[in-house]
């Protein structure tokens, strides 16, 4: 399994209980792996919440809003094909990998680059 993904399942059921020191070394390991140009936390309304200090906030405010949209979409599939619950995908692009992990309250996303 992704690094990555190994990461975000190892904090996500813990996410309300974790100090805020915690929450930003998870943001920075996960920003740690190679190829990550970026980590977004945001609202399932589309704001964001928290990210890695490289994104410009205009890229953080663009993300979070497409991704919080493409994912109530992604849910309805899930929900009207009878699969359950939506609990991660990603998105194979030409220039990388947008990595989306949602849960009730928020949306985990990272943006990877392509591996060469």
């Known amino acids: 399994m992704d690094l990555i993904k190994i990461t975000w399942y190892q904090i996500k059921g813990d996410y309300q209980m974790i ?14 792996h190679p190829g990550v140009r970026g980590v977004i936390i945001t609202s399932n309304d ?11 906030m205009e890229m953080r405010e663009n993300v979070s809003a497409l991704v919080a949209s493409l994912v109530g979409r992604a849910k309805a599939v ?3 094909l009878n699969e359950g619950e939506l609990n ?8 990388g990998e947008i990595l989306v992990a949602p849960e009730n309250d928020y949306v985990l996303i990272v943006l990877r680059e392509k591996n060469k």
């Open 78 to 80: 899930v929900t009207e």
């Open 88 to 95: 991660f995908f990603t998105l194979d692009t030409s220039q």
């Open 46 to 56: 589309g704001l964001p919440i928290s990210s890695t200090s490289n994104l410009s």
């Open 19 to 32: 100090s805020q020191k915690q929450f930003e070394e998870t943001l920075k390991s996960l920003e740690s």
